[in-house]
T-cell receptor, first 114, second 118 residues
Framework: GDSVTQMEGPVTLSEEAFLTINCTYTATGYPSLFWYVQYPGEGLQLLLKATKADDKGSNKGFEATYRKETTSFHLEKGSVQVSDSAVYFCALSSYGGSQGNLIFGKGTKLSVKP | GAVVSQHPSWVICKSGTSVKIECRSLDFQATTMFWYRQFPKQSLMLMATSNEGSKATYEQGVEKDKFLINHASLTLSTLTVTSAHPEDSSFYIC??????????????FGDGTRLSIL
């Protein structure tokens, strides 16, 4: 079945460092890909998305490009801030599925130190 | 943007009681709502999918009689944990997708409910 694999954390960076969180997926068909962020004690917020190959999603300085050839959707940010500390989830939704359920990776906890 | 309100945010109750969690879409109509369970330091596990006016679809291994889901309107879905026990303690999160939303449209999440059963 469909699945998402993302790098295990925790990831600890200093402020202004470059961030990469790897995410690869396995899916039949043509999934849509998402990154969600969860701040402590809160639900999930959509960070960015891409719905087809070569699409680049971007928001708040974060970017991820839908790479069909490598089945990847790595999250990047050029300069992280302390406020970016959170858990990041990569997810896919299979287009054409009856429900369009989201399948999540296990999450990567990011801690940014001042 | 789309807002989903989940209530209560935190509940503590005795073993054997039933707990109802509400999920409301505040500024859009949600044909489909999803209920997830999140264990500490783990990912979200889909429990069930509810469609307005029809029975919920439960994932394998989720007890239908234990976790009752009602989606009576386009803006409200409820999850009732019946006869809750300590092993039901968890973080429950709902999400909603707008009416007419395709599977490639994002789900909007509530802030979650932390359930602690003593």
């Amino acid at each position: 079945g469909d699945s998402v694999t993302q790098m295990e954390g925790p990831v600890t960076l200093s402020e202004e460092a470059f961030l990469t969180i790897n995410c690869t997926y396995t899916a039949t068909g043509y999934p849509s890909l998402f990154w969600y962020v969860q701040y402590p004690g809160e639900g999930l917020q959509l960070l960015l998305k891409a719905t087809k190959a070569d699409d680049k999603g971007s928001n708040k300085g974060f970017e991820a490009t839908y790479r069909k050839e490598t089945t990847s959707f790595h999250l990047e940010k050029g300069s992280v801030q302390v406020s970016d500390s959170a858990v990041y989830f990569c997810a896919l939704s299979s287009y054409g599925g009856s429900q369009g359920n989201l399948i999540f990776g296990k999450g990567t906890k990011l801690s940014v130190k001042p | 943007g789309a807002v989903v309100s989940q209530h209560p945010s935190w509940v503590i109750c005795k073993s054997g009681t039933s707990v109802k969690i509400e999920c409301r879409s505040l500024d859009f109509q949600a044909t489909t709502m999803f209920w997830y369970r999140q264990f500490p330091k783990q990912s979200l596990m889909l429990m069930a999918t509810s469609n307005e006016g029809s029975k919920a679809t439960y994932e394998q291994g989720v007890e239908k009689d234990k976790f009752l889901i009602n989606h009576a309107s386009l803006t409200l879905s409820t999850l009732t944990v019946t006869s809750a026990h300590p092993e039901d303690s968890s973080f429950y999160i709902c999400s909603a997708r707008s009416r007419g939303g395709l599977s490639n449209q994002p789900q909007h999440f509530g802030d979650g409910t932390r359930l602690s059963i003593l």
